[in-house]
Nanobody
Framework: QVQLVESGGGLVQAGGSLRLSCTSS????????MGWYRQAPGKQRELVAT???????NYADSVKGRFTISRDNAKNTVYLQMNSLKPEDTAVYYC??????WGKGTLVTVSS
């Protein structure tokens, strides 16, 4: 059974930063396209950022310039560095691998 495990969520004030991590013991992230998605209360899940196996990145317009996705292949971990957080960034953040596998999510709450 494939498992993706997210961590790093929490409560932060507006303007603050958090770093999310995603790891797996069953998938090699170095050869996988990875992504972060989020789902706010009452809204559909949306793309936040993706990174290809070649480390090309793509971001939602709403997070460009504030969030950075990266990978550490040696640790088989993908990160989402989130800076200048806004209350509208409040959501459950999910890690995705190969557009198939999902983690259970980690909650990010940004207070105003």
């Amino acid at each position: 059974q494939v498992q993706l495990v997210e961590s790093g969520g929490g409560l932060v004030q507006a303007g603050g930063s958090l770093r999310l991590s995603c790891t797996s013991s069953r998938i090699s992230f170095s050869v996988s396209a990875m992504g972060w998605y989020r789902q706010a209360p009452g809204k559909q899940r949306e793309l936040v950022a993706t990174i290809t196996s070649g480390s090309s990145t793509n971001y939602a317009d709403s997070v460009k310039g504030r969030f950075t996705i990266s990978r550490d292949n040696a640790k088989n971990t993908v990160y989402l560095q989130m800076n200048s957080l806004k209350p509208e960034d409040t959501a459950v953040y999910y890690c995705n691998a190969r557009s198939i596998y999902w983690g259970k999510g980690t909650l990010v709450t940004v207070s105003s």
